[in-house]
């Protein structure tokens, strides 16, 4: 996902260079601190000024990089919206409620939250490396084997305990995501539980809703917890290490001390970036598993079987011009047929019998018809319009649809006989070109 964007991977050279650019600078910084133990004024005024121009150019290489980042944040995160949809409406078997929902929901939160958050995450582990092995380098060629040593020793222990808390890691980061997920879909409910339940229901909603919110909390809180102690522990042993060093450190490396005093900040810096660096790899897991994740959204969303759910002696279809009762497969053909015929088809049943799953297969069947249900409006949910009208604007939509297949599933769902008739008078307008079959909320 994010290699194969090429802004993403210009900010990643971006980073490289940067780090390349300041690992030459802390050799400037260390080779001035050699030449004041050597008292060599000259060349230590040189190797300063050297410092400080790689440096400028190396905060100038970050802020370009920065640029790339964010353009290529906006880029994946659109994309990878306009290919999640494109996936789910693909396959109206997924097309529940609670399907809708949960991808709305995925992709407004945890998907661009992940993506905001996995792009610098990975530019930001590329110069922490870097930033470390070569600041290690610059270590070990001024102040010699055994410092070079220590560090090297505080970035295996990184990696042993990152190494061993794996599994934790992963189980950690799929309850928090799946517990993110599942929180979020608790707040409609509560809105609407306080809007227009009892305060009993209100209360009741909001409790269940604490207890997903608690489940969330304690992931989150246990993997931080695990972080934290991951991150410290090489810390902890690599200032150990640097300290016995100092300590034994003999009066005459006056060169030694020199170099090592002009690298204190680095050091900081180095061991600061050592505790990201344990940060940064047990919080690989976690974002590999979240873009991961994202990968298989779809995939692991529940499936309906269409066709099991029609059940086909308790459903009668009915040609609203000849008044002649039709089959299924009589729809399906007519549905299919390179000339559609015009005119409204009915279909009716009884509640639970398989209308609606009707419609949806024969929509695949034809996948150029178009589908109007009471859960998903082609306009939105216009504001300060009452369901009559909203209904009305969505049928006459449908007019001057080029399309000749159009399904309606209820579409006469809450509305009253004035509204109900106006668009049944729009529907005879729009049969008269096209072939309309619909399923009615009051039987008619």
């Known amino acids: 996902m994010l290699i194969k964007n090429k802004l993403f991977l210009f900010a990643a050279l971006n980073a490289i260079i940067q780090q390349i650019i300041l690992a030459a600078s802390t050799w ?16 230590a005024k040189t190797q300063i000024l050297l410092f400080f121009g790689l440096a400028t150019v190396a905060y100038v290489t970050s802020s370009i990089g920065e640029i790339f980042l ?5 880029q994946i995160w659109h994309k990878y919206t306009l290919d999640t949809i494109h996936k789910f409406c ?3 078997r997924l097309s529940s409620e609670s399907n809708r929902k949960s991808v709305s929901q995925w992709i407004a939160s945890e998907a661009l939250s992940t993506i905001h958050t996995a792009a610098p995450f990975y530019l930001s582990l590329i110069s922490t490396v870097l930033n470390i092995v070569l600041t290690t380098a610059v270590f070990f060629f001024s102040l010699g ?29 799929n309850e928090a995501q799946s517990n993110k997920l599942s929180t979020l879909l608790h707040i409609d409910t509560l809105i609407v539980n306080g809007h227009f339940g009892t305060s009993a229901m209100a209360k009741s909603q909001s409790s ?31 200032v150990l290490s640097v300290s016995f060093f100092v300590y034994f450190l003999k009066e005459s490396s006056l060169i030694e001390l020199g170099i090592l005093v002009a690298l204190l900040p680095r050091t900081l810096q180095l061991f600061g970036n050592i505790h ?34 029609v059940n086909r002696s308790a459903i009668t279809i009915t040609n609203k011009s000849s008044f002649e009762e039709i089959t299924i497969d009589d729809l399906t053909k007519l549905v299919t047929s390179r000339q559609p015929a015009k005119g409204r088809i009915l279909i009716a049943g009884e509640n639970g019998s398989g209308k609606s799953s009707l419609l949806k297969m024969l929509k695949m069947l034809n996948e150029s018809s178009v589908l109007l249900t ?4 082609f306009n939105g949910d216009l504001l300060n319009l009452s369901t009559g009208q909203l209904q009305i604007k969505e049928l006459k939509s449908l007019l001057a649809s080029p399309e000749k297949i159009i399904l309606l599933d209820e579409w006469d769902a809450n509305l009253d006989t004035k509204n109900r008739q106006a668009c049944s008078a729009i529907i005879d307008q729009i049969s008269a070109a096209h072939l309309v079959v619909e399923v009615r909320h009051t039987p008619h």
Do not use: W
């Open 70 to 74: 964010v353009k290529s944040q906006n």
């Open 208 to 238: 269940s809703f604490s207890s997903k919110a608690s489940e969330l909390y304690q992931s989150t809180e246990r993997y931080n917890n695990l972080e934290q102690i991951i991150a410290c522990t090489p810390i902890i042993l690599s």
């Open 145 to 173: 084997f055994l410092v070079g040593c220590v560090v090297g020793a505080a970035l295996i222990a990184s990696l042993l305990l990152v190494g061993l808390a794996k599994p934790k890691i992963e189980r950690f980061a």
């Open 374 to 377: 009471p859960g998903a409006k």
């Open 90 to 92: 693909s396959d109206l």
């Open 28 to 43: 400037n910084i260390a080779m001035a601190g050699g030449s004041v133990g050597e008292g060599d004024f000259q060349s």
């Open 276 to 309: 990201s660096l344990s940060s940064y790899l047990s919080n690989l897991f976690l974002m590999n598993r979240k873009i991961q994740n994202l990968h298989n959204f779809i995939p692991n969303l529940e499936s309906q079987n269409l066709e099991q759910q």
